[in-house]
């Protein structure tokens, strides 16, 4: 179904968190594919995330956490990554994949980088810029995460179509960089003069419908 209606409205109930980036990647699938969906805010800051409830939906106690009530039953699921993945199997349409084995492995193997390497990389450099106060900041920290980022977003950048999306039309791989990358500036990091192929990514995702509705 492209959109869904009224009648047919899925069931879809998203525990999450605004200022989460893993969050928002699953918001951005969600808007891409006109899914309605229900929030349920879990504030890590004030430790929802570890209540007894909670816990019980995702045992490891992260947002973000999908609940997809159907006929046979709730589907809980958990990481972004395989949220997506099961957003795009049930609601195909419209297609966040592209049809071919080998760009589905190259779309696949960009997200692998995001969860394995940039996300723990720079979630830490985020924290340390965004959350705290610049006199609470270690200088020493920053520059090792910056420079660990920086390599990370050059094999990103070598893995690149030739755009304006990370691997041919805008996909799910596009959807799990686009809260970090978003994010860089404050950061020390400036893709428009350091990595201009990101740069010019970035002014284009800017564009989409989903981005704006997917901040908070
Ligand atoms: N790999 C997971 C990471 C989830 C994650 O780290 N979520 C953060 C918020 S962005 C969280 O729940 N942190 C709370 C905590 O660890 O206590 C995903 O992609 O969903």
């Known amino acids: 179904m492209a959109s869904a209606t009224e009648s047919e409205r899925p069931q879809l109930k998203l525990y999450q968190f605004a200022a989460s980036g893993n969050s928002r990647i699953v918001r951005l699938v969600l808007e891409e594919k006109h899914l309605p969906f229900d929030r349920v805010n879990i504030d890590v800051t004030k430790g929802e995330n570890r209540t007894p409830e909670f816990l019980k939906l995702n045992p490891r106690g992260k947002v973000p956490v999908l609940v997809h009530s159907t006929v046979s039953g709730d589907v809980v699921l958990s990481e972004s990554s395989v949220i997506n993945e099961y957003l795009e199997e049930v609601f195909p349409n419209p297609p966040l994949m592209p049809k ?59 893995m690149m179509s030739d755009g304006p999306f990370l691997a041919g039309d805008f996909s799910l791989a596009d959807a799990s960089y686009i809260p970090v990358l978003s994010v860089m500036a404050p950061c020390g990091i400036i893709l428009d003069r350091e990595f201009p192929k990101l740069g010019r990514w970035l002014a284009e995702v800017k564009k989409r419908p989903s981005f704006t509705a997917s901040a908070h």
Do not use: C, M, N, Y
Request: glycine share 2%; no cysteine.
């Open 100 to 158: 071919a084995p080998a760009q589905r492995a190259h779309v696949r193997a960009l997200v692998h980088l995001f969860d394995t390497e940039l996300s723990p990389t720079t979630g830490l450099l985020i924290i340390e810029k965004l959350l705290k106060k610049p006199e609470e900041q270690r200088a020493d920290f920053v520059a090792e995460r910056q420079k660990a980022t920086r390599e990370i977003l050059a094999r990103v950048v070598e």
